[in-house]
């Protein structure tokens, strides 16, 4: 037989079935956070570890001049050494049928016919070049799928100045371009970037380079000091004109991959918490409201011999109820939005396979954090449900002091009419519940804000890279360092209307036990189509001497202007010097560290050289000039910034903003289940007031704005505060999610606090819809039936 406690559970919950299923939205929100960024988190780790291991990703990598294979034996012998692989390396120009815009390539050496001993290729399609075949190639599944290239293509390439047939062999991924990114580009482009794979023997004859290498990959053996490998590697590598070996760390596929893995962990952390945070407080209010409007029913359950542990365990079954509800939604939605994900994860991220799973470990987190937040919250309405004595719960609840309030005398009457004043009126003498109100409304709100801020951030973001600092139309890298004379062969060309150059140099720089690797750009003193902004989005003109650095960099390092640096120098004759950092500027997107150019060719050693240019062109003329760079040999590669925005904007949207659009979808369904939530509780509690205000005379109208303006006041009030919790909410997230990639800038633009605070009014529209449904069927003469 059914027992009494468990039938009034149930009944209990098919009462309040709105407020229960509101609860459950927030608790399921939390739960598919929570699974949606830890699902991802694990799958692109998974993915990741597996593709390293099982294709022996090397640990240390190194580009120089030249080197004879000799060489290599005595790298072999470095203590800590696992395995070296020497290679060839090179840019790389090419020609892919039935498209117009130039695409540049990385062309890497294989053993001939065979696979490398570190790096090894995953084959999709096709095989490797065959040994004696020469002019084949295998090129990166990302180029083939952009241009629908297949084994027995042919491919036309530029290779030191020389056109080359080449012939597509088989399609291929490497743990080394899993974020295959081109030169200076922060945003993978298929379409115009590639990497290739040839027999060394073809590529040496290319380069030149018959017996020689100017790259080579190094693994670790098990418990070796990274740190003694790389110092003794550099000082072999430098009279070969090493640029510095660096690890893992620095790789650059390798390293947006860890950002990335960072961010969704901040998110599996922080967005949960704030979640999960909301529904314990809405539980616990709704459960304290519960049980002081049930004072009669718990100690008549008492009276007939129900313990207080019963009488416990039946608040935390219902709890538990709703916690079961909201886990069961969280899990559905999360593993439907986990699978949208990494569909958009794997487009940018390029493993053998995306190993998507949910694991009894993720679906026991996320439930255990559910429990751990509902039980947190409920803790202090269940202790006080069993703490009091029958007698005193069957007694009605002492009588309010009453007295002249905030909101009465000639004044207030004149102000407020009848109804106004019993609104503020109850409002004042039940403060706390009034707060908590406010307060859970005002956190729903500032979901709202946090789930919308970043659209704005990312177009403010954005905007002010592409418009303010990267003001060029065409970006030429040279395959090296020429005389800046240079430039007025590239102002002849067709379509181009202005000419700037600059120097990169590549270096380490130092501060105490911090470094970082970079490069140095050398520019104009005031650059025309290279902005270099201060706080003020105002253009800066570079100091005659010393460095000027991003205020991230800067941050990493730990200095500030009138700090000296250690730079080493990693291009030409390596050496170390020292600089004074002159100032910092503030740069959205990646981390730079800039000289006036002249400057940086004293500090070199060496004349006015350039290593590459920025144009200012005709648009209507592009085809043009990239016929004429096509035949240049001098150009290693020709980015196009509108294209490079295209490209950024698609990434940040599919991936960071295809998320927080989740989440912003679910921050509007608890808005509305808070909402709706505080109304109908206000309307519990307020019903035999409300029948009795009826009885006495007043109209539906008047009886309904009672209640409406309730509300509507402390909808009002909350909103406010909701736009300060949002924003401390998008601050903290703002500064957890900065990387070296990109850093949103903390903008809170107007639209952001209208958007909030209109999400929020529409919840409440809605909600008061609902509960007016009820007003107008409300039974006076049941309301007023003594219980």
Not at 433 to 461: E, N, P, R, T
Not at 487 to 495: A, D, N, Q
Not at 522 to 537: H, V
Request: glycine residues 8%.
């Amino acid at each position: 037989m059914v027992r009494a406690i468990n039938r009034k559970l149930f009944r209990d919950l098919w009462e309040l079935k709105g407020q229960v299923a509101a609860i459950s939205v927030v608790l399921g929100a939390g739960v598919m956070v929570l699974i949606l960024a830890v699902t991802i988190l694990d799958a692109v780790n998974l993915s990741k570890d597996r593709f390293y291991q099982t294709h022996n990703f090397a640990h240390i990598f190194c580009d120089l001049k030249r080197a004879p294979e000799f060489v290599s034996s005595r790298l072999e012998e470095i203590p800590g050494v696992s395995a070296v692989q020497t290679r060839v390396a090179a840019p790389v120009r090419l020609e892919v049928p039935a498209f117009d815009d130039p695409v540049r390539g990385r062309v890497l050496s294989i053993p001939n016919g065979d696979q490398p001993r570190l790096n090894r290729l995953y084959l999709r399609r096709g095989s490797l070049p065959e040994p004696d075949q020469p002019g084949q190639a295998v090129i990166s599944e990302p180029l083939a799928q952009a241009h629908s290239l297949k084994p027995g293509d042919e491919l036309r390439a530029i290779i030191r100045g020389r056109l080359e047939t080449l012939t597509i062999s088989g399609v291929a991924l490497s743990p080394e371009f899993v974020y295959q990114l081109g030169p200076a580009d922060l945003i993978p482009d298929y379409e115009r970037f590639g990497v290739l794979w040839m027999n060394r023997r073809d590529l040496e004859a290319a380069f030149d380079m018959q017996g020689a290498f100017n790259s080579v990959l190094v693994s670790l053996q098990s418990g070796a000091h990274e740190a003694s490998v790389l110092d003794a590697l550099d000082e072999i590598l430098a009279p070969y004109g090493g640029v510095g070996a660096y690890g893992r760390e620095d790789q650059v596929s390798h390293r947006f991959l860890q950002d990335e893995l960072d961010q969704l962990r901040v998110m599996a952390v922080v967005l949960p918490l704030i979640f999960l945070g909301v529904a314990a407080f809405l539980l616990s209010v709704l459960l304290s409201r519960i049980i002081s409007t049930q004072r009669r029913q718990i100690a008549v359950l008492k009276a007939f011999g129900y313990t207080n542990q019963e009488i416990g365990l039946h608040y935390i079954l219902f709890s538990g109820l709703i916690v079961t509800s909201g886990c069961i939604l969280g899990v559905g939605l999360g593993l439907w939005a986990a699978g949208e994900l990494a569909a958009l994860y794997g487009e940018y991220f390029r493993f053998p396979e995306l190993i998507f799973r949910l694991s009894p470990r993720i679906l026991a987190l996320a439930v255990f954090v559910a429990l751990a937040a509902a039980l947190l919250g409920i803790f202090r309405a269940v202790r006080g449900a069993v703490s009091s004595p029958p007698a005193e719960a069957m007694r009605p609840p002492a009588p309010e002091k009453f007295s002249l309030g905030s909101f009465q005398g000639p004044v207030w009457n004149r102000i407020l009419d009848q109804t106004g004043r019993i609104i503020l009126r109850n409002l004042a003498r039940k403060r706390f519940k009034a707060l908590m109100s406010v307060l859970g409304i005002a956190l729903s709100g500032s979901l709202l804000l946090l789930g919308s801020y970043q659209f704005g951030s990312v177009d403010h973001m954005l905007d002010t890279q592409y418009r303010l600092v990267q003001k060029m139309d065409v970006h030429l890298v040279f395959t090296e360092s020429v005389h800046e004379q240079s430039s007025r062969e590239l102002e002849v060309l067709p379509g181009v209307l202005f000419v700037e150059t600059y120097r990169s140099v590549p270096v380490r720089l130092k501060h105490g036990q911090r470094d970082y690797r970079t490069s140095i750009m050398g520019m104009e003193q005031k650059p025309a189509l290279r902005g270099i902004l201060d706080q003020d989005f105002s253009q800066v003109k570079l100091p005659l001497q010393g460095l000027v650095l991003t205020d991230y960099l800067a941050g990493h390092l730990g200095v500030e202007p009138g700090d000296t640096l250690q730079v080493e120098i990693m291009e030409g004759r390596r050496r170390n010097v020292e600089m004074e950092v002159a100032r910092l500027v503030q740069e959205p997107i990646g981390v730079g560290a800039y000289m006036e150019r002249r400057a940086l060719n004293r500090v070199m050693g060496e004349g006015p050289a350039v290593s590459g240019a920025w144009l200012l062109t005709d648009h209507t003329r592009h085809f043009e000039l990239y016929e004429h760079l096509w035949d240049t040999p001098a150009i290693a590669g020709i980015g196009v910034t509108s294209q490079a925005e295209v490209n950024i904007r698609s990434y940040i949207q599919d991936t960071a903003l295809g998320f927080m659009a989740v989440l912003l979808v679910m921050a509007g369904s608890i808005a509305f289940a808070v909402v709706y939530n505080n109304a109908r509780i206000a309307y519990e509690e307020r019903y035999r007031e409300l029948a009795t205000l009826r009885v006495l005379g007043m109209t539906r109208v008047e009886v309904g704005w009672i209640l409406v303006g309730e509300i509507l006041v402390v909808t009002l009030a909350a909103i406010p505060l909701g736009w300060l919790l949002g924003a401390g909410f998008a601050y903290g997230l703002n500064q957890a999610l900065s990387t070296d990639f990109f850093r949103l800038p903390f903008v809170l633009q107007p639209g952001v606090f209208a958007f909030s605070a209109a999400g929020v009014l529409l919840a409440t529209f809605l909600s008061v819809l609902l509960i007016l449904r009820r007003l107008l069927r409300l039974d006076m003469v049941e309301a007023l039936k003594t219980e």
